[in-house]
């Protein structure tokens, strides 16, 4: 990627997180010294999904996975998956596919587990 491309992406990147600061700072989720599960799960898939400085960026946005526009808000997000349930993480069925509410669910790490050979058998 040459630099021109680079500047764009980094600025791309800067503008989306800017947004999401804009949109969700008023859902009580992210308190001073306390971030609660579900807050965190859709921070780090937005993270994952639309910063290109992010680690898992190159398996995630990289590859192509998209964060659906309604879940860029977290409260949509918080409206169509609910409660996170004590020792599950977010999932998307398959391990493929888009972050959308029909793709999605909170999966114990057993269930993660199968979503992933369910990718593997597929792949």
């Not at 491309?5 to 992210?30: F, P």
């Not at 308190?31 to 639309?50: A, D, F, V």
């Not at 590859?63 to 996170?84: H, I, Q, S, T």
């Amino acid at each position: 990627m040459d630099t021109a491309s680079q500047a764009a992406t980094q600025l791309r990147a800067v503008a989306d997180n800017e947004l999401l600061v804009k949109t969700n700072t008023t859902h009580g989720h992210a308190r001073r010294g306390h971030k609660s599960s579900e807050y965190s799960s859709w921070n780090n898939m937005l993270q994952r999904c639309i910063n290109s400085n992010n680690k898992d960026y190159a398996q995630y946005g990289g590859a192509g996975v998209e964060v659906c526009r309604r879940w860029l808000k977290l409260v949509n997000f918080l409206a169509d998956m609910g409660p996170r349930p004590a020792n599950t993480s977010l999932s998307r069925f398959g391990d493929m596919g888009n972050y959308v509410p029909s793709n999605c669910a909170w999966h114990t790490p057993k269930q993660q587990r199968a979503e992933a050979q369910k990718k593997r058998l597929r792949g």
